[in-house]
């Protein structure tokens, strides 16, 4: 069982894609050494029993990587999504940079544990993922902020998110509906976070939002105060 406090930024990343892309919110959670330290003995047991499993630095070439013992690529930070995946055009960059600053305006920087393995898949069924959710700190302002997203994807007739949030930082994937085969990695990954698997594994103070189109970064908003840790 392991558990990291951070004391440095957690944040909310809003990638915009130009053209026929895309657009997804999210919050991005480093990982330091330590945490990717304590994270990897877990990944090599859950990658033995899965092996179909790969890990997310290995997903896509975006993700900062770090190089471990017996060739275990971890990726350095991992992402909370806020939003579902969805197109935008060019047009509706300025409004929605202009309004998610002006919804977040009051917003406050918060504390999130990321407490319990799960596996989720997507909805083409084209990806299996095996994740931290969100289930305890944290839940209720992430759900929040999502709904603060889903005004401003609204009126820029952006489909919402999901109806019944539950945010996850996914650690690594499977090709196609893995579930039923990576059953046994969650449960092996339970039994050394505590028996449920409730037990806190990491905690992030987030306190910045950006806004990251093309090759530039908007920063949305920004918490002055750092908070003590919950502790």
């Known amino acids: 069982m392991w558990r990291e406090i951070?004391?440095?930024?957690?944040?909310?990343?809003?990638?915009?894609?130009?053209?026929?892309?895309?657009d997804i919110v999210g919050i991005t959670v480093p990982f330091s050494a330590i945490a990717r330290r304590q994270l990897e003995p877990l990944m090599k047991k859950a990658f033995s029993i899965a092996p179909e499993?790969?890990?997310?630095?290995?997903?896509?070439?975006?993700?900062?990587?770090?190089?471990?013992?017996?060739?275990?690529?971890?990726?350095?930070?991992?992402?909370?999504?806020?939003?579902?995946t969805v197109p935008i055009r060019v047009h509706q960059i300025i409004s929605i940079v202009d309004m998610l600053q002006n919804k977040f305006d009051c917003q406050k920087g918060f504390w999130l544990n990321l407490d319990q393995w799960e596996l989720f898949v997507n909805d083409e069924q084209t990806r299996s993922f095996l994740s931290l959710e969100v289930v305890g700190k944290g839940l209720?302002?992430?759900?929040?902020?999502i709904q603060v997203v889903d005004e401003v994807f609204r009126l820029h007739n952006l489909p919402a998110y999901y109806k019944t949030p539950r945010p996850h930082a996914s650690i690594a994937w499977a090709l196609g509906n893995a579930i039923p085969s990576l059953q046994k990695a969650v449960e092996e990954l339970k039994k050394n976070s505590g028996g449920s698997g409730h037990v806190p594994l990491c905690t992030y103070f987030v306190k910045r939002i950006e806004c990251k189109i093309g090759s530039r970064t908007y920063c949305i908003w920004k918490e002055k105060v750092q908070l003590k840790a919950p502790f």
């Open 53 to 84: 499993l790969k890990p997310m630095a290995m997903e896509s070439l975006n993700y900062a990587t770090v190089q471990t013992s017996d060739e275990l690529t971890l990726a350095k930070e991992y992402h909370i999504s806020l939003s579902q």
């Open 140 to 145: 209720s302002e992430i759900c929040r902020q």
């Open 6 to 22: 951070m004391h440095c930024t957690c944040i909310f990343r809003i990638t915009v894609c130009l053209g026929n892309n895309f």
